[in-house]
């Protein structure tokens, strides 16, 4: 069993910043990639953020130049550095993270966090 545990939500004002941290734990050999999602009221949850085991970064064009993934894989832990807040980025944030059980587990399993919010006033 894994779980996933987000960290770092709030309230924030226009133009500032916010650093969400997810640490998985568990039952892990490594992990492929780690992603970020949020869901807004009333809208369909959409992919914020990806990183592979290797580094290799996608943002989404939403918030490209604001947002930054990175993880630490001694830790088991992925970040997602948000700057220039827009009140449209209040959402749910969601750790989304495919694990390997074991060396022969090539493709893992998906686990998901349970959520934390972002709230940015205007």
């Known amino acids: 069993q894994v779980q996933l545990v987000e960290s770092g939500g709030g309230l924030v004002q226009a133009g500032g910043s916010l650093r969400l941290s997810c640490a998985a734990s568990?039952?892990?050999?490594?992990?492929?990639?780690m992603k970020w999602y949020r869901q807004a009221p009333g809208r369909q949850r959409e992919l914020v953020a990806s990183?592979?085991?290797?580094?290799?970064?996608y943002v989404a064009d939403s918030v490209k130049g604001r947002f930054t993934i990175s993880r630490d894989n001694a830790k088991n832990t992925v970040y997602l550095q948000m700057n220039s807040l827009k009140p449209d980025d209040t959402a749910d944030y969601y750790c989304?993270?495919?694990?390997?059980?074991?060396?022969?587990?090539?493709?893992?399993?998906?686990?998901w966090g349970k959520g934390t919010l972002v709230t940015v006033s205007s």
């Open positions: 990183i592979t085991s290797g580094g290799s970064t």
């Open positions: 568990g039952s892990i050999f490594s992990i492929n990639d």
């Open positions: 989304n993270a495919e694990v390997r059980s074991s060396w022969d587990d090539y493709y893992g399993m998906d686990y």
